[in-house]
T-cell receptor, first 115, second 111 residues
Framework: EAGVVQSPRYKIIEKKQPVAFWCNPISGHNTLYWYRQNLGQGPELLIRYENEEAVDDSQLPKDRFSAERLKGVDSTLKIQPAELGDSAVYLC?????????????FGPGTRLTVL | GEDVEQSLFLSVREGDSSVINCTYTDSSSTYLYWYKQEPGAGLQLLTYIFSNMDMKQDQRLTVLLNKKDKHLSLRIADTQTGDSAIYFCAESNNAGNMLTFGGGTRLMVKP
């Protein structure tokens, strides 16, 4: 069974440019998460989807960040315009849903460098 | 808000036991997790413990929870070079939907 797939794996852009990340969760997983992991730190949740609905986006900087999961499967995270401080690894995770068996499976991440 | 703290670095010799410690502040934490992250990879769940337990053992891994002190530890017996990675402690109070991670402990295993 394929795990969580993310692309691109690496992205280098200049500040003020837009950038988008794509995530394909594990088949059948209703819940999808986007995390940001700064260098030397643990991941921090940006947004959580239940199917196509964003149920927790309180940590998403809405002035420049946006996300969508139109058909409740794949998701994209966009930054426009990017700032130097956005350099980080952006991790996508998915889980079956709520309940006691709700292990989150993580993708390998997209490493963003903003110059 | 919730806070999860870990020491930054641990170095052990191959074959020794490793103990990675974590403290957290949220007294309503229900689930506590240990994740492993290898270079260039995502996080892999190693084990988790419910807050009503004080110990869980899974092969070479032993998790100890002191709920009174809000202290969690992960012991790896017979540590191998393949165990070298960053280990993250995380807590959740609602069945794993909202994870708060610590900063990670880098474990280095010397041959």
């Amino acid at each position: 069974e394929a795990g969580v797939v993310q692309s691109p794996r690496y992205k280098i852009i200049e500040k003020k440019q837009p950038v988008a990340f794509w995530c394909n969760p594990i088949s059948g997983h209703n819940t999808l998460y986007w995390y940001r992991q700064n260098l030397g730190q643990g991941p921090e949740l940006l947004i959580r989807y239940e199917n196509e609905e964003a149920v927790d986006d309180s940590q998403l900087p809405k002035d420049r960040f946006s996300a969508e999961r139109l058909k409740g499967v794949d998701s994209t995270l966009k930054i426009q315009p990017a700032e130097l401080g956005d350099s980080a690894v952006y991790l996508c995770a998915s889980s079956l849903g709520t309940g006691t068996d709700n292990e989150q499976f993580f993708g390998p991440g997209t490493r963003l460098t903003v110059l | 808000g919730e806070d999860v703290e870990q020491s930054l670095f641990l170095s052990v010799r191959e074959g020794d036991s490793s103990v990675i410690n974590c403290t957290y502040t949220d007294s309503s934490s229900t689930y506590l997790y240990w994740y492993k992250q290898e270079p260039g990879a995502g996080l892999q769940l190693l084990t988790y413990i419910f807050s009503n337990m004080d110990m869980k053992q899974d092969q070479r891994l032993t998790v100890l929870l002191n709920k009174k002190d809000k202290h969690l530890s992960l012991r790896i017996a017979d540590t191998q070079t393949g165990d070298s990675a960053i280990y993250f402690c995380a807590e959740s109070n609602n069945a794993g939907n909202m994870l708060t991670f610590g900063g990670g402990t880098r474990l280095m295993v010397k041959p």
